[in-house]
């Protein structure tokens, strides 16, 4: 079966409901910490993406029994000291960072060396940003370069509580450090800078011993050490990363509407809603509910007249930063320049994803302005693509795949896009989703 996806033809005005697939990061959340409870943790909505996939491969390699049933994944969680393994184990995150750096925080007492690797892409990211914490609690790391994957953990049975001053926002790094806290005798502290706080609220609502102050640029986290954690039996919501890609195409869609139910609209996550309403997008919330600490509704899209181009508030970048590539096809469709600053950290993901943003709108026709961290988009309401465009060696990063689908079905012209295999990542339905709307 062919890896190339073709797209000829721009997608008709529509006017649909639609669910996209389970969240991603509390997908391998849930499934980490479901391996340290106690009894028998069940998930409805798990994304069965490779990333989780992994995940759950992991925790069975650490001596987990999972199962799926009826629609369900159940993990038989053995409390936290419950794994057993035997020596020299490896294990695989393959593409996923949030995987890679959660588990060392997990391991950081494990009794034997671990060896982890993971695919060419998440090999070529920095795992000294989650290294150098954890050495200060007592594990020992040696790595690639001194830098990368693959990479041996030395646990320590003997853990110290840490102050960790995070110099750069990342909700991967901070989970691990909270991770190795709940195995530490006495109190560790995280000067965090604002992301993602899913781990933080999953610890809320097991009851488990975190406090959390929000400062204005930073958050103050204590965690101690845990005892015990419950079961925790979870219907995932759908995933705002994923559903961005449809809010877009329905902004890029003239006449078209839209409602994604169930979505999870965690603050820390909608800074993609917030850009793209400043843009002029028309979006809604409703039906909004508090699930397991989690905010959850259903989101109304509708295609604008015109779009607003944006001098991009850096505040909003670490609750956008991966959906920063589909936020660059509204602004090429805006009557002004766009500029986005200091996202640099683009081109630490999959693959260097600034880099190609900026390709993808200049083969389209569109004029830009790069450098390391920033992009000025030079935008045109009256766009029409009429060539052949080729997008491939992408290191099979999913987004630079779903972000050029939807260039295609909203530009035009001809476009060739190789490894379609990549959504599996992320995304597995992607394209099923995509062809419910061509309908």
Partial sequence: MSNLLVIRNKIKPFNKTIDVSGDKSISIRWVLMSSLANGISKAKNLLLSEDVLAAINVIKKLGIQTKFKNKECWIYGKGLNGYNYKKKLLLDAKNSGTLGRLLLGLIVNTPYPIKLIGDRSLSKRDFTRISNPLTKFGAKFKLKNNKNLPLKIYGSKNLKPIYYNEKKGSAQCKSAVILAGIRTDGVTIIK????????????????????????????????????????????????????????????????????????????????????????????????????????????????????????????????????????FLVAAKAKGISVFRDIAELNQKESPRLVWGNKILNSMGIKTKLTKNSIKIYGNPNIRVEKKIIINNFLKDHRVFMTSVIAGLTFGGKWEINDKDSIRTSFPNFLKIINRLKK
Avoid: W
């Fill in 192 to 327: 965090a800078k604002k992301s993602r706080n899913h781990t933080e609220l999953l610890l809320k609502y097991l009851n488990l011993p975190i406090k959390i102050k929000s400062k204005k640029n930073y958050d103050l986290i204590e965690i101690k050490k845990v005892n015990r954690i419950k079961k925790i039996n979870y219907i995932i919501p759908s995933d705002i990363s994923s559903s961005a890609f449809f809010i877009v195409l329905t902004a890029l869609t003239k006449n078209a509407k839209l409602v994604i139910k169930n979505v999870n609209i965690n603050s820390s996550r909608t800074g993609v809603i917030t850009i793209l309403k400043m843009m002029g997008v028309t979006i809604k919330f409703q039906n909004i509910k508090i699930y397991k600490g989690e905010k959850v509704a259903d989101i109304k899209i509708e295609s604008p007249k015109f779009f607003k181009p944006i001098n991009c508030p850096t505040k909003y970048n670490s609750s956008a930063i991966d959906e920063f590539l589909i936020i």
